[in-house]
């Protein structure tokens, strides 16, 4: 956080503060400039204007929550009457948007909060997500090469440009259970926000912290595959089989056993048999062949 005009002001990832007071000396670099980065909308008032003392702490608001995505700067027009003429300010408050050097929105007056939101909302579009996706792909696949640390710190990073980001959220708990740190990916997961507590990326990640879990506890493949030979219809033998076979990497083949389960006695133990089958489908990518093979048989079985 910064100190700026006597007033604290949030500031982005990279330390740039979302929210200035902007003089007719720093225009250029605080507006026209920075606008080539990310959206700046720009409030002008004046400390006389009842109407502004309202609209300003709405703007202020908006623009903190959209988490680095629109900057605001604030100009005084009493101070700074060469901006206010060269824009042609006529009354006040007056809002504009700047993107690339360009005004691309604004309005005059007071507006509601909600509407106040839904502005600073289509401006922060505008500059898309400043390249997180492609960040966020980088940090995948360093993860499927191995480089769970590397991985960590650039989903880290993207948590601090925009910490909504369901999947650097989720990556950063996968980066964890991939070092072996179970308990700080759930403790993490824990600590999720509430606006994207829902997301599949995060759900997936849920569910990889329940199957590290059992995996801790997974019993032996041999003897759990001979009990389940011996007696087929021992419900409980081959559902441990099956996590069994998951925790050593055989997602496949655990699928297989929880179906054939499911298909013996869809009740058994609450339906623990599809209740563990959409677990190990969370934890999968939703395009996964074990995923859309493995759903398809299920719903045959299920509509049958």
Known sequence: M??????????????????????????????????????????????WCGPCKTLGPMLEQAVTAAGGKVRMAKVDVDRNQTIAAQLRIQSIPTVYAFYQGQPVDGFQGALPASEVQAFVERVAAMGGDGGLAEAVAAAEELLAEGAAVEAAQTFAAILGEDPKNAAAYGGLARAHLALGEVDQAEQFL???????AGAPEVEAARAQVALARQAAEAGPVAELRAAVDHDPDDHAARFELAKALHAGGEVEAAVDELLELFRRDREWNDGAAKA????????????DPIVLKGRRKLSSMIFA
């Open 2 to 47: 910064l100190e700026l005009g006597g007033k604290t002001t949030e500031t982005g990832g990279a330390g740039e503060a979302l929210i200035k007071e902007v003089t007719e000396a720093s225009f250029m670099a605080d507006v026209i400039e920075a606008s080539q980065e990310v959206p700046v909308i720009v409030d002008f008032w004046a400390t």
């Open 276 to 287: 563990q089958l959409f677990t190990i489908f969370e934890a999968l990518r939703p395009q």
């Open 190 to 196: 824990a600590a999720v926000l509430p606006e994207i």
